[in-house]
């Protein structure tokens, strides 16, 4: 319900703002799914996007999602979507996985950030 959206539009602040969000911690068992939830069906929506020429990198997903990478780490190991590799988390993209989740059907309440009129402090003259 509403509650996805509201976290929706909190990432929505933080891409203005430019700097990934996560939520306060620690988080309530629900929270924790609503939060997991919400960061799967944006990450699975954005990878769904994707060809398998683009190079998807965590810092990336953060500057497009405004989702603090190590929510976005925990989800995507969550999803068996990332690996180890000298040292560096590597976004594997399992399109079987994404699929999957699209054939859902899953929809969620989002905020639209053409409807946002806030503008960030540091940036107000």
């Known amino acids: 319900g509403y509650g996805k959206f509201i976290i929706s539009m909190s990432y929505e602040l933080s891409k203005r703002e ?13 929270g924790k799914i609503s939060y997991r939830s919400y960061w799967t069906h944006v990450l ?3 990878l ?4 398998a020429k683009d190079n998807i990198q965590i810092k990336g997903l953060c500057e497009m999602t405004g989702i603090k990478a190590e929510d976005i780490i925990s ?6 979507m990332i690996k180890c590799w ?10 079987d996985i994404i699929n ?3 054939k859902q059907k899953k929809r969620i309440r989002q905020c639209n ?7 960030p402090h540091a940036q107000r003259k």
Request: aromatic share 8%.
């Open 86 to 95: 000298k040292g560096q988390h590597v976004v594997f993209v399992k399109r």
């Open 100 to 102: 999957d989740y699209l």
């Open 75 to 80: 989800t995507l190991q969550s999803l068996n």
């Open 44 to 46: 699975l929506m954005f």
């Open 113 to 119: 950030s053409q409807c946002l009129t806030w503008i």
């Open 18 to 30: 430019g700097k990934p969000g996560s939520p306060e911690k620690p988080l309530s068992d629900l």
């Open 48 to 51: 769904s996007e994707q060809t």
